[in-house]
C-alpha cells in the first residue's frame, strides 16, 4: 500500500503475523509514525518499508537468529542501507531500486506481547508504546544508534522526542 507523506509517495508493507486478534496493533497508527519519521528527516525520495506486528516467541527466534541473543525484544530494524553518519541526508537517488522506482530502507519487527507488557509497565496507552518503539526502529533504518556512543544515544534520544512532539 501506498502511503502519501507531502508530496512524496511511500510504499509501506505492514502485517500481523502469529498476533491473536485482541493483541493486534494499529496498522494505519504505525504508518502514520513511518511518514511522520520520513517527513521529520526531510525524506524527498519515494521508500519502501516492511513491517511485521508479531508475537514474543516468534521475535525470540528471530532475535537469536539475527543477533545471538534467545530473549524476546520489543523491536528489532533491518537496516538495507549503509551509514556515513545517520539522517536522511546521507541518500542518494543512485540507491533507488530501478524496477520499483522506491528507496529500499528496511524491515521492522514488532513484538505486540511486549509492546502491551511495555505499556502496562510504563503507565501509558498501548498505542503510544507502539508509536514510540516504530519512531525508534524507523531512526534505526536511517543509521541512528544508541548502543555505541553517548553523542549517538543522543542524538537519537533528540530525535525521537522532537518527532513524538510532531505525533
Known amino acids: 500500500m501506498k502511503v502519501v507523506s507531502g508530496d512524496i509517495r511511500h510504499k509501506i508493507y505492514a502485517r500481523h503475523g502469529r ?21 521529520a528527516e526531510g525524506a524527498d525520495l519515494p521508500c519502501e518499508i516492511s513491517v511485521l506486528v508479531t508475537d514474543d516467541h516468534s ?9 545471538g541473543v534467545d530473549e524476546p525484544t520489543d523491536v528489532l530494524s533491518f537496516p538495507m542501507q549503509v551509514f556515513s553518519s545517520p539522517g536522511w541526508k546521507t541518500f542518494g537517488r543512485d540507491q533507488i531500486e530501478p524496477e520499483t522506482g522506491l528507496l529500499p ?19 501509558h496507552s498501548r498505542d503510544s508504546e507502539a508509536a514510540y518503539l516504530v519512531v525508534h526502529s524507523v531512526l534505526h533504518l536511517l543509521g541512528y544508534d ?11 534520544r533528540g530525535r525521537e522526542k522532537e518527532i513524538a512532539k510532531e505525533l
Open 59 to 67: 521475535i525470540r527466534g528471530i532475535n537469536r537468529e539475527f543477533r
Open 105 to 123: 530502507l528496511g524491515e521492522i519487527v514488532l513484538s505486540a506481547e511486549r509492546v502491551s507488557k511495555q505499556a502496562q509497565e510504563i503507565g
Open 146 to 156: 544508541h548502543t555505541d556512543e553517548a553523542e549517538g544515544k543522543r542524538l537519537m
Open 19 to 39: 498476533v491473536m486478534v485482541p493483541d493486534r496493533l494499529p496498522i494505519p497508527l504505525i504508518k502514520r509514525c513511518i511518514c511522520a519519521v520520513l517527513r
